[in-house]
């Protein structure tokens, strides 16, 4: 159990085009869900808190105007990465966290995001 | 905020020996300590974890220590293998389930 999805696993995209990642809780409900992103041999930084049914809690210097979040449901948060730029290419990783179980946030497999 | 720092940035060992990857943190309200595994182009993989009131933890190959006091907690791994060759993360946050502040990352390469 707590298997968290993420789609695509990686994408190309021109710059100035958008580009929406999923992150989905397969058997779980998550109430929480978190966004990080992890350069090339660096560290993993949050860049945000999405939360079912509200508006998503963005870290310092991230532009919530650029990484849209949507948190519609209880199994599914998106990001997206709007008017893309070559450096906005990272690996984007999410956790979850389960509703009912006081446990760790689960994470997905990330996403692999170039943009040329 | 929180602050936790990583040391060293890359460990090589033989296979059969101990590896030692040591973090500190900043803030004293943190009182959840995982540790993660990540292998090149996928998602981190928890390891082991350890929570405020407990000292230190084992399983298996893997043990993790907690000082609360002077705010650091280390992680051994014995007899290394050369699966266990990966990037090591440590990880603060104020409970399981929170946002994580991740160190820099140990890069751990086991030579056969």
């Known amino acids: 159990g707590a298997v968290v999805s993420q789609h695509p696993s990686w994408v190309i995209c021109k710059s100035g085009t958008s580009v929406k990642i999923e992150c989905r809780s397969l058997d779980f409900q998550a109430t929480t869900m978190f966004w990080y992103r992890q350069f090339p041999k660096q560290s993993l930084m949050l860049m945000a808190t999405s939360n079912e049914g509200s508006k998503a809690t963005y870290e310092q210097g991230v532009e919530k105007d650029k990484f849209l979040i949507n948190h519609a449901s209880l199994t599914l948060s998106t990001l997206t990465v709007t008017s893309a730029h070559p450096e906005d290419s990272s690996f984007y990783i999410c956790?979850?966290?389960?509703?009912?179980?006081?446990?760790?946030?689960?994470f997905g497999q990330g996403t692999r995001l170039t943009v040329v | 905020g929180e602050n936790v720092e990583q040391h060293p940035s890359t460990l090589s060992v033989q296979e059969g020996d101990s590896a030692v990857i040591k973090c500190t943190y900043s803030?004293?309200?943190?009182?959840?300590f995982p540790w993660y595994k990540q292998e090149l182009g996928k998602g981190p993989q928890l390891i082991i974890d350890?929570?405020?009131?407990?000292g230190e933890k084992k399983d298996q190959r893997i043990a993790v220590t907690l000082n609360k006091t002077a705010k650091h907690f280390s992680l051994h791994i014995t007899e290394t293998q050369p699966e266990d060759s990966a990037v090591y993360f440590c990880?603060?946050?104020?409970?399981?389930?929170?946002?994580?502040?991740f160190g820099g990352g140990t890069r751990v390469l086991v030579k056969p």
């Open positions: 350890i929570r405020s009131n407990v």
């Open positions: 956790s979850a966290r389960d509703r009912i179980r006081n446990t760790e946030a689960f």
């Open positions: 803030d004293s309200a943190s009182n959840y």
């Open positions: 990880a603060a946050s104020m409970s399981a389930g929170n946002k994580l502040t």
